[in-house]
């Protein structure tokens, strides 16, 4: 794939939405510059290193039958913690 | 009010993003959609993408886990997003996506949507759904304009 330009404007405020113990509060500019795309892969679009059928073959060896986990954030990074101990 | 979503735009929150990994089924129908058509865009920001990395590697290993990540990387459409913002909620808000796959039901619940739809116009989905309705000859007609010239990627490569 080759590289990839995308246009998407810079929102200088938007609306707040509180989900989930999250809120989006972009009342401030993201960026320091307001013409400044929100992105552009042009110039650093990642190399691909593995399809999608060897990366699907490889998941196949820990036979999971099924991902269903309610966790937030907080408690992903809990679990994290814990394996480090 | 957000501008008018993108329809084909999709974000896809990190337990399906690890199920088409790790398990397939709708999940995988369902991005298998978006990867057959190189103009259906997966958005995600750089949380959506950590998370769903955490999850596989504690799932199953830390290097299929960067793999996938580097994979998705490499085919998102990447947005920012403020800190502590609810990463999939962040990347379709911010990405201006149409659609957010996600097997949380709390999302398509009716508190949510009256947070949401006075603020975004999103269609919140679990993958079985968005699999079965995808719908490429009217939304290619609507996007890109003219006739559907059929799937233009493989979707395993």
């Known amino acids: ?85 | 009010m957000a501008e008018r979503p993108n329809p084909a735009r999709v974000v896809a929150d990190h337990e399906v993003l690890a199920t088409d990994l790790l398990v397939g089924g709708d999940a995988r129908d369902a991005l298998d959609h978006v990867r057959r058509h190189s103009w259906v865009e997966l958005v995600a920001s750089d949380p959506l993408l950590e998370r769903t990395e955490r999850l596989v590697s504690v799932l199953a290993d830390p290097e299929l886990a960067a793999d996938h990540r580097a994979r998705l990387e490499a085919e998102r459409v990447a947005v920012e997003q403020p800190e502590g913002d609810h990463p999939a909620l962040a990347s379709a808000y911010q990405g201006q996506a149409a659609q957010l796959l996600s097997y949380d039901d709390r999302l398509r619940s009716a508190k949510a949507g009256l947070t949401l739809q006075p603020r975004v116009s999103l269609s919140v989905r679990p993958p079985d759904a968005f699999a079965r309705l995808f719908d490429p000859e009217s939304l290619y007609e609507a996007v890109e304009g003219g006739e559907y010239p059929g799937p233009d990627r493989d979707p395993r490569a």
């Open chain 1, 1 to 85: 794939m080759g590289p990839r330009r995308f246009d998407l404007r810079v929102l200088l405020s938007a609306p707040t939405i509180s989900f989930d113990g999250y809120t989006s509060n972009h009342d401030t500019k993201p960026l320091d510059s307001g013409d400044a795309p929100f992105f552009s892969l042009a110039d650093e679009a990642p190399t691909m290193t593995a399809s999608w059928a060897a990366l699907f073959e490889r998941a196949e060896a820990y036979d999971i039958d099924r991902v269903e986990i309610r966790a937030t954030a907080d408690d992903l990074s809990t679990e994290e913690e814990g394996d480090d101990g």
